[in-house]
């Protein structure tokens, strides 16, 4: 072995150098790094997971949104249309109320108008009988002279004598 | 205020009396002066004022026809009556 230019002691040291180092970096260096290496690995896969888990949620979200935009459209389209018929509904019944309203009004007033007109006619009536027997009462007066109203007193008291003669 | 009670009977007494008359009398108005004749035929159309004292009283505001009042009676028999009928009438019928 010497003549190879191998020292045993040398290759006996450089043996347990080699195991010493072995050991060491086994121990304290591989070990730690490959568990790194593993913990790295784990996380990405977490990571992955997550994202995958986060894609389908908001895949999810994305199509609980349209559909709850599509609910809302449909809501709101019946509750407009619900709206466009109760407003005409009300503005039926509204014009129908209006124009009972025109329609009383008229009818009063045509009842209150022919009411008046009766009255002024009455009193039209009552201030002619009124004036009429005045204008009699004056004539009379101006008209009627002693011997007339002997005549009238003789007609009054031959019509008491003798009330069948009428 | 104290009165004499001697004094208030006598004037109650003749308060009576100016009533009795006045019940008792008859008072016939007319436009002008009613001669005999036609006072004798009033009463003898109304032979319950036949016996009681009359008093012709003329009032130049009547048209004619006649007014008889005895006590709270009233006989209205006169051309103002007539057309204040007819007036009432027409009244009525408007």
New interface residues.
């Given amino acids: 072995m010497e003549k190879l230019g191998i020292d045993p002691k040398i290759l006996v040291a450089q043996l347990i150098n080699f195991g010493l180092f072995t050991f060491i970096f086994v121990k304290f260096i591989a070990g730690p790094f490959l568990k790194i290496i593993e913990n790295e690995k784990k996380k990405d896969q977490e990571r992955a997971l997550l994202a995958e888990r986060v894609t389908k949620q908001e895949a999810e979200l994305a199509n609980l949104e349209k559909e709850a935009k599509e609910k809302i459209r449909k809501d709101m389209d019946a509750a407009v249309a619900q709206v466009r018929k109760e407003t005409a509904e009300l503005k039926k019944e509204l014009m129908h109320q209006a124009q009972q309203e025109a329609h009383d009004i008229v009818e009063n007033a045509q009842a209150s108008m022919k009411e008046t007109k009766l009255q002024f006619e ?1 009193e039209l ?2 201030k002619l ?2 004036m009429s ?1 005045l204008i ?2 004056n004539a ?2 101006a008209y ?1 002279d ?1 011997n ?3 005549s ?3 007609r ?2 031959k019509e ?2 003798n009330p069948q003669a009428n | 205020m104290k009165v004499d009670p001697v004094l208030l009977q006598e004037f109650q007494k003749r308060l009576e009396e100016s009533q009795h008359k006045m019940t008792q009398k008859v008072f016939i108005t007319s436009a002008y002066k009613l001669d005999t004749a036609e006072i004798d035929r009033i009463l003898a159309v109304f032979p319950q004022i036949r016996d009681k004292e009359y008093e012709n009283i003329v009032d130049k505001n009547l048209l004619g026809g006649i007014i008889i009042r005895f006590g709270s009676k009233v006989i209205d028999l006169s051309i103002e009556e007539t057309l204040d009928s007819f007036l009432k009438h027409i009244y009525e019928i408007n």
């Fill in positions: 009455r009536k009552d009988t009124t027997v009699v009462k009379l007066k009627l002693e007339m109203q002997k009238v007193t003789d009054i008291l008491l004598s």
